[in-house]
């Protein structure tokens, strides 16, 4: 899952208007901006394996910090707790905690059965969805098209930055997308990481997008 994450936060916009979609973006992201850092760090690991499914050629063994059940509530957790600290915003907070965790649902639905109960637990998770590209198609590209109908409907652009901005972000994300679905395997697996810190520079972008959108306040007429 790749932009199916995004999804979430896009679609979160419309729930948390005062929540700035970088923000939205970090905490739907956060497992996969840490994960590249635990690679470096020798402190997970993941192989290359082509076939292992047939939308990515990556076998995730040992992922348990970010990817597991018990990782996945607790990034929760921190992330609403120190949102918290920062907004005093309970409603918001709890939002924050929930694209946190939506990340490790989303995970599983795709997966195979690679997503861990807690660090030193066998159990392992996945529904495999993964093994039908068509089926993982439909379902992430289905729920990025509604994310960005949910941002672009309800936010307006104060100035061409506002619409060129959030069109570019779409259109680079969706290529992303299909180029690692359809292009070859990674030439080794100490490349990850670092491709994968790249991500990080979504999350300023998304900040800068915000700043030159307004959220359409909506009126209810009785």
Same mark, same amino acid.
């Given at each position: 899952?790749?932009?199916?994450?995004?999804?979430?936060? @896009?679609?979160?916009?419309?729930?948390?208007?005062?929540?700035?979609?970088?923000?939205? $973006? /970090?905490?739907?992201?956060?497992?996969?901006?840490? +994960?590249? #850092?635990?690679?470096?760090?020798?402190?997970?690991?993941?192989?290359?394996?082509?076939?292992?499914?047939?939308?990515?050629?990556?076998?995730?063994?040992? !992922?348990?910090?970010?990817?597991?059940?018990?990782?996945?509530?607790?990034?929760?957790?921190?992330?609403?707790?120190?949102?918290?600290?920062?907004?005093?915003?309970?409603?918001?907070? @709890? #939002?924050?905690?929930?694209?946190?965790?939506?990340? +490790?649902?989303?995970? @599983?639905?795709?997966?195979?059965?690679?997503?861990? /109960?807690?660090?030193?637990?066998?159990?392992?998770?996945?529904?495999?969805?993964?093994?039908?590209?068509?089926?993982?198609?439909?379902?992430?590209?289905? /729920? $990025?098209?509604?994310?960005?109908?949910?941002?672009?409907?309800?936010?307006?652009?104060?100035?061409?930055?506002?619409? !060129?901005?959030?069109?570019? @972000?779409?259109?680079?994300?969706?290529?992303? !997308?299909?180029?690692?679905?359809?292009?070859?395997?990674?030439?080794?697996?100490?490349?990850?990481?670092?491709?994968?810190?790249?991500?990080?520079?979504?999350?300023?972008?998304? !900040?800068?997008?915000?700043?030159?959108?307004?959220?359409?306040?909506?009126?209810?007429?009785?």
């Amino acid at each position: 899952m790749f932009i199916g994450h995004y999804a979430v936060a @896009l679609s979160a916009k419309k729930a948390a208007p005062n929540i700035s979609l970088g923000t939205l $973006f /970090l905490a739907a992201q956060l497992v996969d901006l840490i +994960w590249p #850092i635990m690679l470096l760090l020798g402190i997970e690991h993941v192989k290359i394996s082509p076939g292992n499914t047939a939308v990515t050629p990556l076998d995730f063994y040992d !992922y348990p910090i970010t990817h597991s059940l018990f990782g996945a509530i607790g990034w929760s957790v921190l992330m609403l707790l120190f949102y918290f600290y920062i907004r005093r915003d309970i409603k918001d907070s @709890l #939002i924050i905690g929930f694209c946190v965790f939506s990340h +490790w649902i989303l995970d @599983l639905i795709t997966h195979r059965p690679d997503l861990p /109960l807690a660090p030193g637990n066998d159990k392992m998770f996945g529904m495999g969805l993964w093994n039908s590209l068509s089926g993982t198609l439909v379902l992430e590209v289905g /729920l $990025f098209a509604l994310g960005v109908y949910l941002y672009f409907s309800t936010t307006s652009t104060k100035d061409k930055s506002g619409t !060129y901005g959030f069109w570019s @972000l779409v259109i680079l994300l969706l290529l992303i !997308y299909f180029a690692n679905i359809f292009g070859s395997a990674p030439p080794d697996v100490s490349v990850l990481p670092y491709v994968g810190l790249l991500t990080w520079l979504f999350i300023p972008w998304a !900040y800068w997008i915000d700043r030159h959108r307004n959220f359409k306040i909506q009126i209810i007429v009785h």
